[in-house]
């Protein structure tokens, strides 16, 4: 069964720092990548950023580069998200997600989500 589980969200003022982490399991393939997608209260969920395990290659979207920095601890199954700088509109529920490459199948799972509020 694929778990992945997110944990470090919470309450921070404007400028402050959290960093969340994704502890994944349950899928054996040497091709796949690990995201983090977030969605604010009426809007549409967005990517946030990605790391593939493949080569270490990293997406941030425009609004958190230079303020978030994703990181992976194959080890321990994890990947993190550093992020700094917050803004009151990095406020939302953020997800972990796996997106796996098995053959020709893609696979898209996902955790519950770690709310994430930033007050200004």
């Known amino acids: 069964e694929v778990q992945l589980v997110e944990s470090g969200g919470g309450l921070v003022q404007a400028g402050g720092s959290l960093r969340l982490s994704c502890a994944y399991s349950?899928?054996?393939?040497?091709?796949?990548?690990i995201a983090w997608f977030r969605q604010a209260p009426g809007k549409e969920r967005e990517g946030v950023s990605s790391i593939s395990d493949s080569d270490n290659s990293t997406y941030y979207k425009d609004s958190v580069k230079g303020r978030f920095t994703i990181s992976s601890d194959n080890a321990k199954n994890t990947v993190y998200l550093q992020m700094n700088s917050l803004k009151p509109e990095d406020t939302a529920v953020y997800y972990c997600?796996?997106?796996?490459?098995?053959?020709?199948?893609?696979?898209?799972?996902w955790g519950q989500g770690t709310q994430v509020i930033v007050s200004s």
């Open positions: 997600a796996a997106l796996v490459t098995i053959g020709t199948k893609n696979y898209h799972y």
């Open positions: 349950g899928f054996t393939s040497d091709d796949y990548a």
